[in-house]
């Protein structure tokens, strides 16, 4: 059986009662504790938070959004889907993005020994 983004994708690392608690009791925590906890990726000093958030933005949008989109969208249906409704779901946004033109480029660009150049189309 193929190995899937199902099989692959983190649980909630925040507990319920974990969670429970934030919201009840509305205690203030840094950031480092926030990531600790895994409501946040990252922290970075407030002086580079823009530059940060800048280099970020452009990453994502440089790269192959409709796929981006897709494997978002599956990574939050995978939290309540079965194995087989996932995998269904998986095979069909696989094959949603071989027809588009960001996966043209990504083949290309591979076969070219090249850096893709993405469109989100």
């Known amino acids: 059986m193929p190995i899937s983004a199902y099989a692959r994708t983190p649980r909630p690392r925040t ?6 608690e934030l919201a009840l009791l509305a205690e203030r925590f840094d950031a480092e504790t926030a990531r600790e906890l895994t409501l946040i990726n990252k922290v970075v000093p407030a002086a580079e938070l823009e530059a940060e958030t ?12 409709v796929a981006y989109g897709r494997a978002k ?3 939050q249906a995978s939290l309540e889907n079965t194995m087989e409704s996932q995998l269904e779901l998986e ?3 696989i094959a949603a993005c071989m027809t588009t ?5 990504g083949i290309t660009a591979f076969l070219e020994k090249r850096s893709p150049v993405f469109s989100g189309r």
């Open 101 to 105: 033109e960001d996966h043209r480029e």
């Open 73 to 75: 969208a599956l990574m």
């Open 91 to 93: 095979g069909e946004a």
């Open 54 to 65: 800048l280099k970020l933005a452009r990453k994502m949008a440089s790269g192959p959004t």
């Open 15 to 20: 507990s319920c009662r974990k969670a429970l």
